[in-house]
């Protein structure tokens, strides 16, 4: 753009007669991108504060899931130290990796991940 097509749009004073250009356009291409950068920033920063305060909200930490009746987290730790103590772990990897296995170790691959999610649920390790 040259000074004669910006006349009517800036004033006069900023054209120099011997530039093809308006300085004083230029900078104001130059603040109304800063101004841009700003309200995003603006923008960006108000979605991760609203982000922030709604953790305590829906979307968040559930809490700790009732065990089942009768249930406490002394029995179910005591369950998963029995299944423990006889091989429930290499069987649940077993599982885990695809091998076959009986319908005895399934079940009690079964019985093992229901007690532990019983256990995690139910906020028992805290």
């Not at 700003?38 to 968040?60: D, P, R, S």
């Not at 987290?73 to 103590?85: A, K, T």
């Not at 009986?102 to 028992?124: E, P």
Request: proline fraction near 4%; hydrophobic fraction near 35%.
């Amino acid at each position: 753009m040259t000074c004669r097509r910006l006349r009517g749009l800036i004033e006069p004073a900023c054209c120099d007669l011997y530039a093809a250009t308006c300085f004083r356009f230029g900078e104001m291409i130059v603040e109304r991108s800063l101004r841009s950068m700003a309200a995003i920033a603006t923008v960006g920063l108000a979605a991760w504060l609203g982000g922030c305060a709604a953790e305590g909200k829906a979307g968040g930490d559930p809490g700790a899931r009732p065990l089942p009746p009768g249930m406490t987290c002394q029995s179910v730790r005591q369950e998963l130290n029995g299944l423990d103590s006889r091989g429930a772990g290499s069987k649940v990897e077993a599982a885990n990796a695809g091998r076959k296995m009986s319908d005895s170790d399934r079940a009690l691959v079964d019985r093992y991940n229901t007690l532990l999610n019983y256990y995690l649920g139910g906020r028992c390790h805290v």
